[in-house]
Nanobody, 121 residues
Framework: QVQLVESGGDLVQAGGSLRLSCLAS????????MGWYRQVPGKQRELVAT???????NYADSVKGRFTISRDNTKNTVYLQMNSLQPDDTGVYYC???????????????WGQGTQVTVSS
């Protein structure tokens, strides 16, 4: 059974920084892309950043230059370094991973349970 567990969410003042982590555990054969998304009440979940297994990254325009996504393939972990945080960054942050548990089956996207980030003005 595969689990993704996020950590690092907190309450921080505007201009501050946080580092989120997401560990994928269980019977995992390979992990393709990993990513971070966020959601606020009443709105759809939105992309924050993604990173491929080869290290290619993609960012939402709103976070470019402030957030950095990275991963440690030896630990099945993806990180999100968030700097210059703004109140609009407030939300529940979810990680996901497109992974394979077996050579027989195609890859499936798994999601974590989310971690709350609150930025006060």
């Amino acid at each position: 059974q595969v689990q993704l567990v996020e950590s690092g969410g907190d309450l921080v003042q505007a201009g501050g920084s946080l580092r989120l982590s997401c560990l994928a555990s269980g019977r995992i054969l390979t992990i393709n892309a990993m990513g971070w998304y966020r959601q606020v009440p009443g709105k759809q979940r939105e992309l924050v950043a993604t990173v491929t297994s080869g290290g290619t990254t993609n960012y939402a325009d709103s976070v470019k230059g402030r957030f950095t996504i990275s991963r440690d393939n030896t630990k099945n972990t993806v990180y999100l370094q968030m700097n210059s945080l703004q109140p609009d960054d407030t939300g529940v942050y979810y990680c996901n991973a497109d992974l394979r548990v077996s050579a027989t089956f195609r890859s499936v996207v798994y999601w974590g349970q989310g971690t709350q980030v609150t930025v006060s003005s």
